[in-house]
């Protein structure tokens, strides 16, 4: 989701202490919980989070677990920061950051879960490697996770859906649940959060698949 940019987004961000500043986040590397937060609670972390409506609505469900939104654009990021502001909530940061760094910011095993959710699907196959859900970033993600930490993915889009779920093959990932329906899951829609796109296309008729995957001992392919 790039918005239109939105004047002043970059200077309204670098003012804000909600989000970390560009420059020293990979001084928190392996401390976030202790630095940033000051506390020990759970880690856990939406990449591509958009206007942040899920990351949000999270943090307010969950005030003993400890979130961070990431996102590329500065202007999407903007709306997210500004939620924060209007209804404040101790347990949120932000980072605008490209999710290709992300073993530069985060620690071996120091997240606890990863939500990707609506990522963009980048059809053609020359952009398979910016897919979020590709082996080089399940390889990332396998890094900062935590022993049996866990990823939760969901699309509406279902290329990069079955996408997602071949790149699973022969890795040390173990499914926890999948589904092709989301909302007609009894099982695995127990507390769903909708995100801004998940509202969107499921009122558009769409069904939403999602999987929820399990890190396991072992080496990651590339
Ligand atoms: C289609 S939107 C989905 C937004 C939100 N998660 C939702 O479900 O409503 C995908 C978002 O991921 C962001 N994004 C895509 N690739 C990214 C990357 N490599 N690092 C960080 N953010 C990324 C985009 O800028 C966009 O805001």
């Not at 530069?104 to 609506?118: K, M, Q, S, T």
């Not at 509406?156 to 790149?167: C, G, I, K, R």
Request: proline share 4%.
């Amino acid at each position: 989701m790039r918005l239109k940019n939105i004047k002043g987004s970059r200077e309204y961000i670098a003012a804000s202490s909600l989000v970390i500043d560009e420059d020293v986040m990979a001084s928190f590397r392996g401390c976030w919980k202790e630095k940033v937060f000051g506390n020990e609670n759970p880690l856990q972390i939406e990449i591509g989070m958009g206007k942040g409506k899920f990351i949000t609505a999270l943090a307010a469900l969950h005030p003993d677990v400890n979130y961070i939104g990431i996102e590329k654009y500065s202007s999407t990021l903007l709306r997210g920061v500004q939620k924060v502001e209007e209804n404040p909530l101790p347990n949120i940061r932000f980072l605008r950051m490209d999710a290709e760094g992300i073993t530069d910011i985060f620690g071996e095993g120091e997240v606890d879960r990863i939500y990707l959710n609506f990522s963009d699907p980048w059809p053609k196959d020359r952009h398979a490697k910016r897919r979020l859900e590709n082996k080089l970033f399940l390889k990332k993600y396998h890094v900062i996770l935590k022993d049996d930490g866990i990823i939760e993915f969901k699309t509406d889009n279902v290329n990069l859906f079955d996408f997602a779920v071949e790149e699973l093959k022969g890795e040390p990932w173990k499914v926890l649940g999948i589904t092709r329906d989301l909302h007609h899951d009894e099982k695995m829609n127990v507390n769903n959060v909708m995100t801004e796109y998940e509202e969107k296309f499921s009122a558009m008729g769409n069904p939403i698949y999602k999987y929820v995957i399990e890190k396991q001992k072992g080496a990651t392919g590339s």
